[in-house]
């Protein structure tokens, strides 16, 4: 079965200063991978997904995440965080092997960026 | 475009009552998606479709049913409510089988007294 963990329930990062959010996941095929952001009393929005190819991935909002096929790690990373990058991230995965749809979530790291 | 609607936004049930939580998308998706939100647990899968007609269970069934008879609507229903389905429910929609991902309604809170 396909699972997700996000190890750190928070994430506190000063303005200006890089920050990475973590996520380690299983699955028995291939794993489709990806991130989304919840702003406050708002639905999730896709940040950036990981299917094939270059381990190093670029979304919304200048954030990047690194696949690791050998840690089973897709860790979301940005260079230089902003006070409005405030907000709830999950990482997901689904399952190429198992028909590729079912999508599983992590559940969610907090991040606060103060000025 | 309106993406994906939930509909209501905001319910409140007493125990044992049915409802109905609205899911409808103009996108042309084939495939939808209802999750639960609770804190501390992240998103849990409830219920998924492929296509119209199809149906398949997700990690937090019990207690909830859905059907698919367009490719528009993806309704979620609860049998009898219960105070542990107080909740936000989620209806996600996408493209492709594995490799888009999804596009979200904006949620139900749903309080069960």
């Known amino acids: 079965a396909q699972s997700v963990a996000q190890p750190e329930d928070q994430v506190n990062v000063a303005e200006g200063n890089p920050l990475t959010v973590k996520c380690t996941y299983s699955?028995?095929?291939?794993?489709?991978l990806f991130w989304y952001v919840q702003y406050p009393n708002r639905g999730l929005q896709f940040l950036l997904k990981?299917?094939?190819?270059?381990?190093l991935v670029k979304g919304s909002y200048g954030f990047e995440a690194e696949f690791n096929k050998s840690q089973t790690s897709f860790h979301l990373k940005k260079p230089s965080a902003l006070v409005s990058d405030s907000a709830l991230y999950f990482c997901a995965v689904r399952d190429s092997k198992a028909g590729g749809f079912k999508t599983i979530f992590g559940a969610g790291t907090r991040l606060f960026v103060k000025a | 475009n309106a993406g994906v609607t939930q509909t209501p936004k905001f319910q409140v049930l007493k125990t044992g009552q049915s409802m109905t939580l609205q899911c409808a998308q103009d996108m042309n998706h084939e495939y939808m998606s209802w999750y639960r939100q609770d804190p501390g647990m992240g998103l849990r899968l409830i219920h998924y479709s492929v296509g119209a007609g199809i149906t398949d269970q997700g990690e937090v069934p019990n207690g909830y049913n859905v059907s698919r008879s367009t490719t528009e609507d993806f309704p979620l229903r609860l049998l009898s409510a219960a105070p542990s389905q107080t909740s936000v429910y989620f209806c996600?929609?996408?493209?492709?089988?594995?490799?888009?991902?999804?596009?979200f309604g904006s949620g139900t809170r749903l309080t069960v007294v």
């Open positions: 699955v028995s095929g291939n794993p489709y």
């Open positions: 996600a929609s996408t493209r492709d089988r594995g490799q888009d991902g999804y596009t």
């Open positions: 990981y299917i094939t190819g270059d381990n």
